[in-house]
């Protein structure tokens, strides 16, 4: 008996190691492929070797973008961190996720990216590297581990350095991805490095060597001495500046490369797709500022984004070519396939879905990029010969954007009260405080030094109404519009309220004049108009009496005026929006109010609820100070 055992034992043990090792090697779920969502803080594209840049900033994302699908038309929702991101994680612009400043988070009725894949079954990691990309906003949800390295914690020291070096973020995010077994991952990372001051550590800045000696330094307090347009930089301190920027740049780089090497280790690289993108660029006196949060100039919007499929998996057949046509074959091994298409930072949220295999929630503004990445099984198997299209991922449904969809970038933060958009090659700059725009044809003014505006009224025009279309205007503020029918209309009217007008702002710079009468009477007058015009407006109390007696051609046409998404019409003028029970019914915005159809659209913007208003503590107060986030 002793004998059989001992003769039993060598094969109980291969047994028992056959088991474990097929449940180590159980294989991953092929219907949900990994996603790397890398977000890199104040990241300009053209300060990259894969945009043109010559200076070697970036040899581990150059070689990605060999595996790769290149967007050169990428923009940021926003000139600054919390808004750009909070809309990469909800596909949402900044006026419609409403996080446009840093005393609101984000509110639980809005869906996120995280909680969407986390649905799914899958494992979802988050590592952050500044407090405006912490869970203080909202950007922990969904996250079964959410690290932002206790910057949102009170009583972080400042004297202690807030934000994490990018390679403590990548230590902390490959750690958590070797933990993740067999499941499929959602990682997100964020570097802050790049942003000031510009404090590479020392062997990057070896590489942009520079013998400035001059009285400043690459801290914020140096650097916001020039952050007046008006005021010139000696050439010799902005040189320096790029320098030490550059290195910061390179240094994440590494980084990157990095966690490309630990992807690979870890047994994922032919499983996963890596994404890196930026929340904002950087400006370095380029339109006359420093910095970033202030202008929607190109290097202040225009980011990289860069989708690099798994090593191994087909390049793509149909990726849109530098004229912004489809390319008629595949690109090269080892070379980047090119997109013109503008996209922006709300379209990664559906991207990602589809690169998932996951439903995207409704309500998202952005649209999926993967018809741009990758052609179906038909396309990959001509363009590789047969079976080529066992190494394509599924086609997916729809085109993808369309080459003139407009795209938008907003603010309202450090004095400013901005939007942008772009069509194509054309870019309108929309100052609402002012009523003012500037147009530019990036195509052939890629600088933006000749402002169109007036050589090109009509195109102007378009995009103003394009844009408006696309946003909206001051959170729990009031929109009227108003639409000819093609002939040259009049427009006029009077707006009271039992309250106090807050805030005014005209839609279009040449049309809605308007003259405040008193503290809460508010007329306005567009005559000839043969397109589209409005204004929108705040009241406080929110919830006071607004009367409204409005005119087209000098009569009250009743039934030409449109309230909320059912677009009920009033039975007598003036007629009153009392309370909030009335204020609630006109919540959604008319579904014509963008059209040509003739009349007046009328619609409320909710405003923020009670819990979505935060108060940061004076510690952490004091470090956006001294980064130039609060004046």
């Known amino acids: 008996m002793t004998r059989l055992t001992s003769a039993l034992i060598p094969r109980l043990a291969a047994a028992c190691l056959s088991v474990l090792l097929a449940a180590c090697a159980r294989p991953f779920d092929p219907a949900h492929e990994d996603i790397v969502l890398v977000v890199v803080d104040t990241l300009r594209a053209d300060h990259l070797g894969v945009y043109g840049y010559a200076r070697g900033t970036s040899p581990r994302l150059d070689g990605l973008a060999g595996r790769a699908t290149v967007f050169d038309a990428a923009w940021s929702a926003a000139p600054w961190t919390l808004p750009s991101v909070m809309s ?24 996120t990216l995280a909680e969407t894949l986390r649905k799914a079954g899958y494992a979802t990691g988050g590592f952050v590297s500044h407090v405006y990309v912490s869970a203080t906003f909202g950007f922990g949800r969904g996250f079964e581990v959410f690290d932002d390295f206790g910057l949102s914690q009170t009583g972080y020291r400042l004297e202690a350095g807030m934000e994490p070096a990018a390679d403590r973020v990548t230590d902390a995010a490959l750690a958590w991805l070797d933990r ?43 650097i916001s001495k020039y952050q007046d347009p008006l005021v010139p930089i000696p050439e010799d301190y902005r040189r320096f500046l790029i320098d030490r920027y550059d290195g910061e740049i390179r240094f994440v780089d590494d980084q990157i490369g990095r966690l490309l090497d630990g992807i690979a280790a870890a047994g994922r690289a032919a499983r996963t797709w890596v994404i890196v993108t ?67 930072g709300i379209d990664l949220f559906p991207t990602i879905a589809a690169l998932a295999g996951v439903p995207p929630p409704a309500g998202l503004q952005g649209t999926s990029l993967v018809p741009l990445l990758r052609a179906g099984p038909a396309d990959a198997g001509a363009a590789g010969g047969p079976g080529a299209a066992d190494d394509a991922a599924p086609a997916a449904p729809g085109t993808g954007p369309a080459p003139d969809r407009p795209l938008v ?37 890629p600088l933006e030094r000749q402002d169109l505006s007036a050589e090109r009224p009509e195109e102007r025009r378009a995009l103003a109404q394009a844009l408006f279309s696309q946003v909206d205007f ?20 009077q707006i009271r309220t039992s309250g106090i ?25 567009d005559a000839g108009q043969a397109g589209a015009s409005g204004l929108a407006f705040t009241i406080a109390p929110e919830d006071a009496q607004v ?20 677009e009920a019409n009033p039975r007598v003028l003036p007629f009153a929006l009392e309370g909030r029970p009335a204020m609630q019914a006109a919540f959604e915005k008319p579904p014509r109010a963008d059209g040509r159809d003739l009349g007046y659209f009328i619609w409320h913007l909710r405003p923020a609820a009670a819990d979505q208003e935060i108060v940061l503590d004076e510690e952490i107060r004091e470090r956006l100070r001294s980064l130039g986030y609060i004046n």
Request: charged residues 25%; proline residues 7%; positive net charge.
């Open 88 to 111: 990469i994680m909800t596909s949402r612009y900044p006026s419609s996720h409403r996080v446009e400043n840093d005393g609101l988070k984000l509110a639980d009725d809005v869906p």
């Open 180 to 222: 993740q077994g067999r499941r499929p991952v959602l990682l997100v990372v964020h570097y802050f490095d790049p942003h000031w001051p510009y404090a590479p550590p020392e062997r990057y800045r070896a590489l942009y060597p520079n013998a400035y000696a001059g009285p400043h330094d690459a801290s914020y307090d140096s």
């Open 278 to 344: 930026a929340d904002h660029g950087e400006e370095f006196k380029d339109h006359g500022s420093m910095g970033h949060g202030r202008r929607l100039y190109q290097e202040a919007v225009s980011v990289p984004l860069v989708i690099g499929r798994p090593p191994g998996r087909r390049a793509v057949k149909g990726t849109g070519s530098a004229a912004g046509s489809r390319s008629a074959r595949a690109p090269k091994a080892g070379e980047a396939a090119r997109v013109s298409v503008p996209a922006g």
């Open 409 to 445: 970038c907003e603010t309202i933060r450090l004095n400013a009260h901005l939007k942008a958009v772009r069509r194509a090659t054309l870019k309108l700059i929309q100052s609402m405080d002012e009523n003012r725009t500037e147009l530019y044809d990036l195509a052939a003014d």
């Open 474 to 493: 001051l959170s729990g503020g009031w929109n009227v519009r108003w639409n000819s029918d093609g002939r040259k209309r009049n427009f006029q009217g």
């Open 501 to 525: 007008f807050r805030t005014i702002v005209p839609l279009f710079r040449d049309r809605g004049k308007y003259v405040l009468a008193s503290a809460n009477t508010l007329n306005f007058s």
């Open 547 to 566: 009367d409204f007696y409005l005119l087209i051609d000098g009569r009250p046409l009743l039934d030409r005026i449109f309230l909320g998404g059912n």
